[in-house]
Structure formats: structure tokens, C-alpha cells
């Protein structure tokens, strides 16, 4: 007795390439995201190869929806090809598009300071940039006006402390964020407590990117006045010219730390003033 043959429907080849591109795509995102993190090459690399696998993402979600729609008139196979496909370029774009989305209002900028009239001036860092690199110079917005408009609060952090005791009270809220080699979150660069008559002082660090650990460029600057201290806070991108305002929920996010470290110190009253010297007992001025 023969066996019938059961005809095989055909695989779509759509949905064959959208698996294929979207797999690929995650396999780019992934060497960016290695690149990035290990510091195996500098950040313009690990910047194109993200876009490259966003890029792929994209295609992969529209060969899917392509395949969908040859899927529904051919009634061809394939189906789980095409999801495949279009699930794995959607997670790639998420997170990306909901960045975008929240900053679509933001100005274009790549850097915040709360003091744009004298912002805190990179040194140590500067020296790190190379040439492809922002230059080091402030390009934010350049009135206090703009800033307070656009971000109610950044703005110069007043303490009423001394300058010593607010450099100790930044290096405690920055001692908060993690450290590590593998995926570091920040790293302390150069630190100079400041000096009382002769300099400010500085505290230059480099923040990560949570997710794929593009690197940004922070300075704090402790200033003493009369009534304590004055701290500035910059944070700038070292690649590109929009933020998407990372930088600015930086700068409030280090400026909350940083008071909420202040409070918790406990301040000394002052020592009483010398009294002046009791006269003897029994000596009266003579007449």
C-alpha cells in the first residue's frame, strides 16, 4: 500500500528573513554593548555598531509585518519565523524610542551646568577627550532664565557650611554610587578639597549609561560665601550633540544626594565668646 505524500506548506520567505535580520540585530546590539562596557575600542565604534543593530531592528520589524501580510494571502508557513522576528526588533527599539519620547520637548544639548554664567571647568577630564570628542568648553544654555524655565531644579546648591565640611559631605554622596570594574556606574577621576582664600575646590568623575555605559564627563565645584558654601554642579555627553536630558536628570539627581547628605550633619554651636576678666572681689576703683 502506498503512503500518500502530505504536501509541506511553503515557509514564507519573509519570515525566514525577518528571523534572520532580527536575530542579527541583537548579535550587533550585543557587540556594541561589549565594546561600550569593556573599553576594547573607543566610543565612536560602539556608537555606530548600536545604531547599525537598531538599524537591523527596524528592517526586521518590517519584514515581519510584510510577512503577516503574505502570510494572510498566500497562507503560506512561517508564522512563528515573522513573530520571532518582529518581537526581538521591538524589545531592541523600545527603550530607545521611549528615550526619545520622553525628550522629544528637551532642547538640543549634550550639556547642563547650574551655574551657565561661570560653569565648572573640566581639567583633569579634559585631558581625556580626544579629538572626536565635544570640546570642553561650555555648550548649554547660557542664562539662568533659560535653565529655570525648562528645569525648575537645577540650580546652584547653597550650604550653610564650610567649604571642608561641604567637599566632605559631596565625596559621602558620591561614595553612594557604585564602582566596578565589570560595569561601573561612576568613577572618581581627580578630587581637590578646597583650599579657604586660595582655590575652589573640585571633584571630576565619569558617569556611565546604566545600559550600555557611554561615558559622561561631571564636575562639582565647592565654592566658599559668606553664609557657608556654594556648590555647582556640570554634567556634559563626551559624544554627540543631543542628550535626550540625561544630563540634566544627572545634575538633579546629584544635587538631592548631596543635600540630603547636608541635612544629616549635625552641626556644632559655635563656642562662646571669652568673657571679659571679673574684677577681684573687694577691689574698687579708686576715686
Known sequence: MARRRIAEEPVSNLAVWARRVGLFSLAVVLLAFVIARTGLLDIIPALVTFVAGLGFAVAAILLAFAAFVAIWRSGSGGLGYAVTGLLVGLALCAYPAFIAASAYNKPIMADMSTDPVDPPAFDAIARLRTRQANPVAYGGLRTP?????LYPDIEPLDLAIPPQSAYSVVMAALAKRKDNVIAPLWRIIDARPPIPGRRD??????????????????????????????????????????????????VISLLEDINEAASSIKLEPPPPPPKAERRRRGHRPRR
Open 145 to 149: 532664565e533659560e535653565i529655570k524655565k
Open 201 to 250: 575646590g573640585y571633584i571630576e568623575a565619569i558617569a556611565y549609561t546604566p545600559i550600555m555605559g557611554f561615558r559622561d564627563d561631571v564636575v562639582i565645584r565647592i565654592r566658599g560665601t559668606r553664609g557657608g558654601s556654594r556648590v555647582d554642579v556640570r554634567s556634559a555627553s563626551r559624544y554627540g550633540t543631543w542628550d535626550f536630558g540625561v544630563n540634566a536628570k544627572r
